[in-house]
């Protein structure tokens, strides 16, 4: 009822016009040609109503879908950022961009009630790609940003793709600040400069083979990433007496996939899906600080790894009915080591040595049914067990088990409103970087890990209304409610000593309301040709108790509001693609047994200006932090004297800095 009325009440604010077609829209290649799109990437940012989801960083296959589909299969790799796969895809390659809406015969939706499927060219020879990024700060400092070479091509029936990518990059949430200590006993405050620059160094190599194979297809994809980040912090206290404080923080990262991928039909209606995946990461932090005589050093080594086996078999029946059946295992490892000394004594830490392994098993049946053709009816059941053992400083085995049922509901109320409708049982994944510990010696200090973490669960209402405006423009509003079980937030634990510690625990129940608008609304309408405005606003209300303080509260690191708009207006004659993006700030606030933190990153601005010379060549300026404002980035800390439910007046930490302005170019060469 609730979507049908915000559906009239869109609907009688517009004039009518027709929708291009219903249920699966496609837009082919012609439809972004003056437009500027130089890959696959920024084709779907100019696609209305559609907004990218990379998926989630998650164990398992199923779990960490996007809503992009390539030639109407899933990219076989979890590593492998789905924005960084789409920008690889250069516009000569793509034939068309189909967008379906609620599901399709024959279209798994991933879980996702919008998903759009890239088509790509066949025998389309061999391209590549050479590009150089550089950005110069204000302060000085000089980052290439990325070195890029990129190929790909193919020898008849067989297609390849090579990739290559280093570079540098700033953290420009820290630079010069300063930080200001207020003590609750009223003892004189401490004032302090800081001066802290992140550097990050990266390299990315990437490569995949595609063959003919058995009737089907063999896809056989690779990747390894090297990375290397640095952020040391000098402060200057100036008050109540000089004195000098620094902090080391290295991260050494190496990341390995391996995947492959059969697909096979069987018939004109069968189809067979094999996929085959390992991943691995060997990850090493070490963080210091020197800090009123006292020398502290955290060090953690955590070496984890992944193996995915998973098959589908897809059968159409008839244009209105599909359906799909599968299966997929998932093994994780982990075995993390840590060390804590202070003045070179050891401090025994909460799960300090872990080995860690989960082995989950997950069955599933979906089916799509377009009973009309304004509806259709997707439904998916999935059931998951695993078992999860720890071994070292934590000692545990359990099972755990979910049922997990699907239903989404896509109606085409009118010619150019649609409905849906999703009611659905999402069981969250268990990240592993939350059964380690971790620090933050400028901030909140050490965090310790915790390897007996429940999922969590949530039953999940959800209504979207979707309106053209006019041909190309529409609106959505999405409305969502969620009832919350084994919540995973803050906690405190105990070390052998008696030492209390922060982690990740399960803290009960909750709920969570999001109302998200997104539109798109080109401006030629109105004769401003080229013209285009794109944006989301998402609003966040959520509610659990406070394990501490037996209080209501959000969930610690949620953002109440987010928001971005941008701008954007095509001058093809010229060879000029320029825009504005405007990035809106945000809150978030964490809740620890002793101490709250909030994080504040002030709204920021970035426009642009692309010129295109010619096909093959573009060169792109771009100022990241236009507006950049005095204080950009602030961290402010209230440590209370014990538990926060024993009350007290904390001391204020507040920390800010303001990351200087600067300008980057990039300039492209397409082969090809």
Do not use: C
Request: no cysteine; hydrophobic share 40%; aromatic share 8%.
């Amino acid at each position: 009822m609730l979507a049908w009325v915000l559906a009239q009440a869109v609907a009688a604010a517009v004039a009518p016009h027709a929708p291009d077609q219903q249920g699966v829209l496609s837009y082919p290649a012609s439809f972004f040609a003056g437009q500027g799109a130089d890959n696959a990437n920024d084709m779907l940012n100019r696609i209305p109503g559609f907004s990218l989801d990379t998926g989630a960083s998650v164990r398992g296959f199923e779990g960490a879908a996007g809503n992009v589909l390539i030639d109407g299969l899933r990219p076989a790799t979890k590593t492998d950022d789905l924005g960084s796969i789409l920008a690889r895809i250069p516009v000569s390659r793509v034939e068309r961009i189909d967008v379906i809406r609620g599901g399709a015969p024959g279209i798994d939706m991933q879980g996702k009630t919008v998903i759009a499927n890239v088509i790509l060219k066949k025998g389309a020879g061999w391209r590549g790609l050479l590009s150089e990024s550089n950005y110069l700060v204000r302060d000085g400092r000089f980052f290439i940003n990325d070195l890029r070479a990129e190929a790909s091509g193919t020898v008849g029936p067989r297609s390849w793709e090579l990739g290559a990518v280093i570079g540098s990059g700033a953290d420009d949430s820290v630079s010069k600040g300063r930080s200001l200590l207020t003590h609750a006993d009223g003892a004189p405050s401490q004032d302090a400069l800081l001066d802290s620059k992140g550097l990050d160094l990266s390299g990315t190599a990437t490569g995949a083979f595609e063959t003919p194979l058995l009737g089907g297809r063999l896809r056989l994809n690779g990747r390894l990433v090297q990375d290397k980040f640095k952020e040391p912090e000098t402060d200057r206290i100036i008050a109540p007496a000089p004195d000098l404080q620094s902090f080391g923080y290295v991260q050494r990262t190496t990341d390995t996939e391996v995947g492959g991928r059969f697909s096979r039909p069987f018939g004109a209606a069968t189809d067979l899906e094999l996929v085959a995946l390992r991943t691995t990461r060997h990850r090493d932090v070490d963080s210091s600080s020197l800090e009123q005589g006292d020398d502290t050093d955290f060090f953690n080594r955590a070496i984890s790894s992944e193996r995915i086996l998973r098959g589908v078999l897809k059968h159409r029946f008839g244009a209105r009915i599909s359906a799909e059946a599968g299966a997929e295992n998932a093994d994780n490892k982990l075995d993390s080591r840590t060390r804590l000394t202070v003045n070179l004594a050891a401090t025994a830490l909460p799960a300090a040595n872990v080995q860690v392994e989960e082995n989950r098993t997950e069955a599933f049946a979906k089916a799509t049914w377009r009973a009309t053709g304004t509806l259709t009816v997707d439904g998916a059941l999935r059931y998951e067990f695993s078992d999860l053992t720890s071994g070292g400083d934590v000692v545990l085995s359990k099972t755990l088990q979910f049922a997990k049922p699907r239903i989404a509901v896509t109606w085409q109320a009118t010619r150019r409103t649609q409905v849906r409708l999703r009611y659905e049982r999402e069981v969250g994944q268990l990240d592993f970087s939350d059964f380690v510990a971790s620090s933050n010696l400028t901030g909140v200090g050490i965090t310790a890990g915790n390897p007996d973490l429940n999922p969590q669960q949530a039953w999940t209402r959800e209504a979207a209304v979707e309106q053209q405006v006019w041909k190309g423009a529409t609106v959505t509003l999405t409305a969502r409610h969620q009832t919350l079980s084994d919540v995973v937030d803050r906690g405190p634990v105990f070390a052998p000593d008696g030492e209390v510690f922060d982690r990740p625990t399960n803290i009960g129940s909750g709920t969570e309301d999001d109302l998200i608008v997104d539109y798109t609304l080109p401006l030629d309408r109105w004769g401003w040709k080229g013209g285009l405005l794109k944006g989301n606003l998402t609003r966040r209300w959520s509610a659990v108790t406070d394990p501490t303080t037996g209080e209501k509260r959000r969930i610690s690191g949620q953002h109440p509001d987010d928001w971005n708009l941008s701008f954007s207006q095509d001058l093809p004659r010229h060879g000029l693609y320029l825009g504005i993006d405007l990035f809106g700030g945000f809150r978030r606030d964490y809740y620890r047994f002793n101490l709250i933190e909030t994080i504040k990153l002030q709204t920021y601005v970035r426009p642009y200006l692309e010129w295109k010379p010619t096909p093959a060549w573009s060169v792109r300026w771009e100022l990241p932090l236009a507006t950049a404002p005095d204080v950009r980035f602030r961290d402010t800390l209230q440590f209370f004297p014990g538990p926060r439910n024993l009350g007290g007046r904390p001391d204020v930490l507040d920390r800010h800095f303001h990351f200087p302005r600067g300008f980057s170019v990039r300039i492209l060469r397409n082969i090809g």
